[in-house]
């Protein structure tokens, strides 16, 4: 890789990404490239927050994803990323490499953006609702894996990925509470 990263891990994060490697089979490496694309500059998330915007009921939801992304890609990818250039697994280990099932990413590797956003998106509609929440977590941890199955991530990136995500989730909904007070406050006639 012709990019200039630190190069530093902890020596149990490569052997368990190596012990992962011998999980793989056709059908897993399939499910978990189809997985991991959802993932892809946020696109799943971007998506449905964009539903969520566009109907009345569900506004305020879309509002706290929108908040939430802008929040991960802003601070996580924009600042984190290039603050701590990190080299990514599949730079260091060349073994690999040949059995990469996915484009190697060209940015940093610390925090996990795919791991940051879907916990960034799905924390802030739990917030919002129980109900629509806990399947997004549920598809924010299989994303999370994997960037680990597919040999582009740390485990730490990805924790590191799932804690600051939280953040900016929870960010995102209160962002969300504080312009639709403000919304309501304008709605509302002086005197009131």
């Not at 484009?103 to 924390?123: E, I, N, Q, Y």
């Not at 924790?159 to 406050?185: A, E, N, P, T």
Request: hydrophobic letters at 50%; glycine letters at 8%.
């Amino acid at each position: 890789m012709c990019i200039a990263a630190n190069v530093f891990y902890l020596d149990w994060e490569l052997s368990f990404l190596d012990w992962l490697q011998t999980l793989h089979n056709q059908m897993l490496d399939q499910v978990m490239t189809a997985i991991t694309s959802l993932g892809n500059g946020g696109i799943f998330w971007i998506i449905l927050a964009l539903a969520l915007l566009v109907t009345k009921k569900y506004r305020p939801w879309g509002i706290a994803v929108a908040a939430a992304l802008l929040c991960s890609v802003t601070f996580g990818n924009g600042i984190i990323k290039n603050v701590v250039q990190r080299a990514r697994p599949c730079w260091i280990n060349e073994a690999i490499q040949p059995y990469i099932l996915v484009t190697v990413p060209k940015d940093f590797s610390f925090p996990s953006g795919h791991t940051m956003a879907s916990f960034a998106a799905a924390v802030a509609l739990l917030l919002c609702s129980r109900k629509a929440g806990v399947p997004a977590l549920v598809l924010g941890a299989v994303i999370a894996f994997s960037r680990l199955y597919l040999y582009v991530h740390w485990p730490t990136d990805v924790l590191g990925g799932l804690i600051l995500g939280i953040l900016w989730g929870v960010m995102g909904y209160f962002i969300s509470r504080r312009i639709l007070d403000w919304r309501q406050k304008r709605k509302q006639p002086d005197g009131s």
